[in-house]
């Protein structure tokens, strides 16, 4: 790890506390090292942040921890599964904001499973075809909200099954977010606490190219990293993602190219399919010029509807042309499943379904 806590931005809440933080903390009470790493433990590894809970820690200490404040900064207001038994949470946060995390089980076997997590309430990005960009943002997500998004779901899925994969796909553009997404990075992938692998989390950008090179650099390249592509043009990325008029393909494909790769892992590349949009056989061939002697694998995702846009998927027979198109130039391409459509928990597509954003006196 190369990132050392005095390089991260102070933790927003105690949940966002390192072991070494915690440690500082408690030698102020007068209390031994190792008090500060069960504190965290309790938190990161057994999912407690109730200090009356912390069963062996001594009762001065548990009513010094009463008094840091250590209310969950996110609740459940409400979680929904699928059929496929994919679960959406609904969250809430003490300012009355809402975001959605998505438990996403493998399909063969469900104790298995991916967890979607938002990084920001909305995004600033602006993308056309994406709800969440269609709503503005509303404000950044703390450290501490966005790790807590794990550890709340880890607890809803209980003892049997865990979650081994962390992806930034939910609501937001975590690179815009990046002190916060970084020291969340570095809790979720702590050992001593959920031990996420770091090939296990992705962080998916729309391509904002200088927190691109910052991320390889503080992570060595070994946070796995998605890039939202959808198009290989410039006039057209520009027209649906306005990031593309800042950092154009050619800067994009160069950040790629000089992130810090390890030996055998890939870019993630996302391609959300858009009817007469981007889905022409000479997009196929293009993709594989631009994307050239960079290792990639492209993930294609079929649009999910917004309300906001007359934008839709083209059929499946198209979808499937398009990836052989892809795959008959060598690329490895795979075709994403919508998963539990019958919670509109897709991910990537999450956003302000149904319920209410706001408390009612908010
Ligand atoms: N802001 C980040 C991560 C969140 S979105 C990013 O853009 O990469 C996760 C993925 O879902 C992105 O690839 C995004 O472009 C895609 N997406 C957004 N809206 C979608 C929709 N309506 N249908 C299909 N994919 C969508
Ligand atoms: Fe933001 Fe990603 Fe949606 Fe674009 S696709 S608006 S970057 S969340």
Redesign the pocket.
Known sequence: MKLSPDRLIPPSHPIARLPSEWVARVSEWGEPAYRGKQIFDWIHRQGVLDPDEMSNLPKSLRARLHEEGMGWPVEIVSSHEAADRTRKLLLGMPDGERVETVLIPQLNDDSVVTQCISSQVG?A???VF?A??VAGLKRQMSDGEIVAQVLLGRRELGPDRRVRNVVFMG???PLHNYDAVARALVLLTHPDGLDLSKRRVTVST?GLVKQIDQLGRDFNGQVQLAI?LHAVRDAARSKI?PVNRKHGLGELTEALRRYPLSKRQRITIEYTLIQGLNDSPRDAREMVDLLKGIPVKVNLIPMNPISASDLRAPDQSHVLRFQEELTRRGLSVFVRKTRGDDVAAACGQLAFHGESRRSPRA
């Open positions: 995004c990005m602006g993308c994406c969440s960009g609501m937001g553009e729309s939202s993602m």
